[in-house]
Every structure is written in structure tokens, then in C-alpha cells.
């Protein structure tokens, strides 16, 4: 029994003395730092403020508030960092508590009252600085900011008034005196957002969205809204930002979901589209690029766009007629397409259509002087016509200038054997196919050698005495026949 009473009572001293020191712990948060800590903590904040090392003098804020939470000074000194770091929405609950600690501290009224202006928010701007003037008549900065807040409530009725009406061009003149006065408010930047989409300037409705999005704690409407408005302009990749900031807030959000599939599918199509090109997978490429305009049938942009990429794929692949076809749409939607341009003077090419061919560059170069591409794309497409108008082997020839060599050597048997000078009788005749042979050996040389190509392709013969350099020398025709050499021709074809 004693035993039983001695064990019960050092269970009771072991709690107490488990109790003591828990009430010691909980003494200490809440007595929190000794003064002198305190003091170190202030001091540090205001020498890293004065550094302009924010984030670093916040802290030292943050644990002298934690330290000594009844002291406004301490407060109102880590409001003041928060402005300095352009948190103003953060420094109005430490203004408050300042003004709450001790109401006739002026300063953190003053303060607060700007804050609250800045935010659009005139009726609790006007109680602050009737407050300071209240205790101080004459007190200037608080008279200014007062009539500034009159002046903004009459601006803001204003620009209401003119939106209501349609009036829209009024409203953003009026808009932007508000925002002047009060940068901090969403409210005025959206309903001018909203202006500039009535009056058909997405770009300018984006650059008041964007800040709009960051002055609300949940703005979800503007994140939807900007990205709708970066994907009627072709911006797919900022539009899937937008509209993922706005999931990020709320990811069971039905308009921002819906519009984020959408969104999220056209743009890996155009991605996709981008990279086969790339690998030089065109055919695929322009499947891709069907697969977009299906996808988003109604926002121009994106039916442009695919057009234009379809355009350029077939002109690599060579499908002149029908690259000059979409090309020819492409153009009639964006006539001002320099990237159009060129590549419908490269399909003109490719069907030896070379006066078209430079006009198209020469379009292009209208819009953009300065472009090297075109520039040169024009001197070679010049080059082409000059050439065409003394020798085009591949009309010699009757083959395309996408021929292959196989193709070539087949068409010019054909030619050789048709012209060939012996199956003439008269002198006239003989002199006339004997030209037309010369023609169609020259062509046979140059499209059968890849370099000599290659020169004729940028729109140098590399038979014309002009382009020839140190001159001389003597010319091997095929088969060991010289069509300059008189008498008898000899020459016969061996099938295979």
C-alpha cells in the first residue's frame, strides 16, 4: 500500500515537472525576444532597407513584430518594406494594426489612405485623410490627396457612364486619367480591357489584362480572358500560359478546362507540324496542318498560318502546280505575306515561270527591304529570266526542273535521235537540226553534271562564253561527236 502511495506520488511530481516546463515554453513564445533582440532585429532591417536589400530586411522585420507584437512602430517599419518591394496589398494589414495599436499615429493614416486611392478604393481613402486632417487642419499632402480622391470618384462615375452608353472611345480617354490617379485598381484596367476589345484592339486589352491579373488574389476571369485573347491572335503558346495560371487557382474551373483542351490540342498540332518540317517530313507536315484548320475553323489566324506552311511544303517537295495553287490562296488571305511570296515565286520557278517569279519577290521586297533571303531569291530569280531568254536546258530538254538524271539521259536519247543531223536531206535542214543538236547535247552536259546544274539552277550558264574564266580549252561532246566538225555524221544509239 505505501509503496503503491509512493509510486502515485512520484507520478504526480514527474507531470508537474513535465508541466513546468511546457508552461516555461509557452512563456517563452509569448513573451517572445528579449528587448535588446528586438532592437537588433529593427536596427538590422533598417541598415539592409537602407541597402535596398529587401527580401533580407523583411525577415528581421517579420521576427521583431513576432518579438513584440504590441509595438506599432514596428508595424508601420515592415509596411514600409513591403511598398518598397512593391507589395502594397501586404503593407495594408500592418498599416492597419499600427493605426488600431495607437488611431492618431498620422503617418500610417496618411499612408494607408494612399494606398487605398491607389486602389481605386476612394470612400475608406477620404475617412483616412479626413482623419489626419481632422487632428492636423493643415495638414497639405492630406488636403492634395483628398481632392484627389473627389477627383477620381467623378472621373470613375464618368468612364462608367461613357461604357454604359457605348461610348468607348470616351471611356478610355477618361480610363486612363482614372488609372493615373489609381494604378492599383483591377476594376478600372479590366473595364478599359474591355473597352479596347469593343474597339478592336486585342494588343492594348492584353496590356491592361496582364497587370489586372496580379492586383486581384483570384483572377481568374482575366487569366481566361487573356488567354482568349493571345489565341484570337495566333499566340497559342503565351494563350496556354494564360489559361494554365487560371487552373492553378482552380483546377475544377469548367471555362478555363474547356478552353485549356482546346487550347492545349491546336497547339501541339502547330508544334508537331513546326518539327516535321524540320525533319524534312512534309507530306506528314501538311497532314498536320489539315489537322489544324479542322481543329480551330473559325479564328483566321490559324487557317492563315496552315495555309501558308502547306504552301511551303509543297514548293520543298516539288509539287510546283499545286504549291502555286495554295500558295495563290495563301496570299489572297495575307497578301502582305512576305514568307507567301517567296515561296510561290520558288513553285513559279520550279515551272520556269520566272517573270511571275519576280514579281512575287520583288512584292516581298516592298514589305521588307532589308530581308537578305529575298534579296537574293530576287537577284537568282533574275538571273533565271536573264538565262531563260538565251538557253533554258531543261525547255530544251522538256523536263521539269525537278527532273532526275535518269529522266534526263531518257529525254535526251529521245531528242538526240529525233534531231540527229542525218536524218535531214536539204542543207537548210541539216544546219537547223545541227543547231537543235548542239542545243540538246549542252543540255544533256550541264543537267547530268551536278555541279554545272547547280551553277544553272542560281542562274549561270556554265556554258555561255561570258561566265567562262581564262577562256581556252577545247569541248568534249558525248558519244565522241562534234556536231562543229563538217562532213558525214556518224553517230548511232545503243539501247539498254
Known sequence: MESGRRRGLSSVLSSLSLLCVVLDLQLDGVLGATPVEIEHHLEMGRKLLAAGQLAEALSHYHSAVEGDSKNYLTYYKRAAVFLAMGKSKSALPDLSQAIQLKPDFLAARLQRGNILLKQGN??????????????????????????????????????????????????????????????????????RAECYIRLGDPRKAIMDLTPATRLRADNRAAFLKLSQLHYSLGNHHDSLSQVRECLKLDQDDKECFVHYKQVKKLSKQLDTAEELILEQRYREAIEKCESVMRTEPNVAFYTNKAKERICFCLVKMKSAEEAV???????????????????????????????????????????????????????????????????????ILGVSRSANKQEIIKAYRKLAQQWHPDNFQSEADKKEAEKKFIDIASAKEVLTNPEMRQKFDSGEDPLDPENQQGGGGGREWPFGFNPFEGGNFHFKFHQH
Not at 461613357?162 to 486619367?177: I, P
Not at 495563290?328 to 502582305?336: N, T, W, Y
Not at 538565251?390 to 525547255?395: S, V
Open 122 to 191: 476612394t470612400e475608406e481613402a477620404r475617412e483616412d485623410f479626413l482623419a489626419v486632417l481632422n487632428r492636423s487642419p493643415d495638414h497639405e499632402e492630406a488636403h492634395d490627396q483628398l481632392h484627389k480622391a473627389d477627383d477620381l470618384e467623378l472621373l470613375q462615375e464618368e468612364a462608367h457612364e461613357a461604357h454604359h452608353r457605348g461610348d468607348y472611345f470616351t471611356a478610355v480617354q477618361v480610363l486612363e486619367k482614372v488609372i493615373e490617379l489609381s494604378p492599383w485598381d483591377p476594376e478600372s484596367r479590366e473595364l
Open 325 to 395: 495553287d495554295i500558295c495563290s490562296e495563301a496570299h489572297q488571305r495575307e497578301p502582305q505575306n512576305i514568307h507567301i511570296l517567296r515561296d510561290r515565286a520558288e513553285a513559279y520557278i520550279l515551272q520556269q515561270e520566272y517573270e511571275k517569279a519576280v514579281e512575287d519577290y520583288q512584292e516581298a521586297r516592298e514589305f521588307d527591304q532589308e530581308n537578305q533571303e529575298l534579296r537574293e531569291g530576287l537577284e537568282r530569280a533574275q538571273k533565271l529570266l536573264k538565262q531563260s531568254r538565251k538557253r533554258d536546258y531543261y525547255k
